[in-house]
């Protein structure tokens, strides 16, 4: 008998999470509910089994924070995601967009709409290599530590602010992938990047001089396209 996709609902709107997982389980799927956004994070180690999240945009009393737990589930979960949320701007749709959302839905919702969109996630998600789940990235002999927030190199180890870690882990889920300015500056802040803003280049920035302290091995460069990509010294093909 073929199991029933397990769904887990991230929502810390307990009577909403409770009404949603009732409807999933009453159109096949097998649903959890997880209250908050620290629970989720500690339960992505244990997510194998796991074949979609649907995540609320704002969690407690952070706005947007929805948002970092997307790009986490996509970067070590590997999982499809539907995002929940009552924002209506562009903005937020394309803020989810950058986070990695696979799909978003306004609240309320209509049951109809949703249960197609998740099926859409799960239908047109390619299949990974491997169905591995943890707090770690690693390129190379550097391996980034998304809950002790360190990137290490051997015994080497440096510690990053929780925006060079958004950064890492868009750049490491990426490796050997042009990411553009925009799409780092939205999967940080949350919202579009503002025109002429440097603000993605200067996260850039930090982060390449705390990776150049533990490995010689990895560079960040920039593309012509206003972009950049990290990539191994071997590999560099360094654009003149």
Known sequence: MKSKPKVVVIEDDIVFANLLELSLRNNGYDAYIIA????????????KGVDLFIVDYDLGDVKGNGLDLCRKIKAYAHKPVVMLTGETSTDTTVACLYAGADQYVLKPYDLKELLARIHSALH????????TS??????NDVELDGMARTLSCGPTSVKLTERELAVAEVLFANHNTEIKRDYIYSAVYGHQMKAFSRAADILIARFRKK??????????????????????????????
């Open 36 to 47: 908050t956004a620290k629970e989720a994070i500690d339960f992505i180690p244990a997510s």
């Open 124 to 131: 047109n998600q390619p299949k990974p290599s491997k169905d």
């Open 134 to 139: 943890s707090h770690k990235l690693s390129v």
């Open 211 to 240: 990776l150049r302290e533990i490995s010689d091995d990895l560079l960040i460069l920039p593309t012509r396209s206003a972009g950049y990509i990290l990539v191994s010294k071997s590999n560099a093909q360094v654009e003149k």
